[in-house]
């Protein structure tokens, strides 16, 4: 191999997604760590190669984003620069257009309604905040404002998610749980169970519950302190929902994970 050509190699091999994706893990072990880290501790947390981690961070050097003092790396002054370009951008670029668009795509993914729902203050309800409809003829329709119980919404069990166990026992003993269709899980033991199932799972879904024939599949939105901002739902009329449950229940996720990484969560 010439050097012309070892060098057309290198500089390929450093701009493919790989070295992309090694520098930005790179960053984020430096970010996440209190004391600079040796090569060897970035090759153990990263499970990277030496060799192909001190050619990057050598790259890094050259641009000031990492600096080296006594075998050990840390950020450096470039990595504030843009950290500091990032969280202008993110300013300017108010989260509800973040969520609105993740929605859209949900929306376009799914081809049904999708809801952003948020709990009220009191903690016994949900209300929809946003709203992308399905251009589907029959869909789920829903008005911004309107309220539901959480108990029996997809949004509203996601949500519950969140919370301790005292919490949600608490909630679950202070209302009356209505039976609002024939199939609507109405006591606590049930309704803890549901819980437990979608806390492990990470989504919410629920059918024929708040009402005949609407089926809701919901997952967390959290904000850049891990606090969650709301519920994203995808809301379809069961007929359609069914024999796609875990397609839309993977769909939400997604979303909801996308969502969250735009507002910095990590």
Known sequence: MTEDTASLFEERRGASPQS??????????????????????????????KSSLA????????EMFVTSADGAWQLGPGAFGLASAITEARRRLQSSDLIREGMRRL????GETVLLAVGDAG???????????????VRYAVSVGD???LYATAGGRALLTACSREAVESY??????????????????????ALSVARDAGFAQTVDQAADGVTGT??????????VIGALVV????????????????????????????????
Request: glycine share 6%.
């Open 20 to 49: 992309v994706t090694r520098v930005i893990r790179v960053l984020e072990a430096l970010c996440a760590s209190a004391e600079p880290l040796s090569l060897a501790d970035l090759s153990r947390r990263l499970g990277a190669p």
């Open 55 to 62: 050619a990057l961070l050598r790259g890094l050097a050259e």
């Open 107 to 110: 929306a376009d993914r799914t």
């Open 123 to 137: 903690g016994d309800q949900l209300t929809y905040v946003d709203i992308v409809e399905s251009r589907q003829v």
């Open 147 to 149: 309220r539901r119980p």
């Open 172 to 193: 679950l003993k202070r209302i009356h749980l209505d039976r609002l269709t024939g199939t609507t899980l109405h006591s606590v033991p049930e309704l803890l169970e």
């Open 218 to 227: 919901a997952a967390l939105v959290r904000g850049a302190s891990g606090l």
């Open 235 to 266: 809301a379809a009329p069961t007929p359609r929902a069914h024999g796609r449950l875990q397609e839309l229940a993977q769909a939400v996720q997604d979303e909801a994970a996308s969502i969250s990484r735009s507002l910095g969560f990590r």
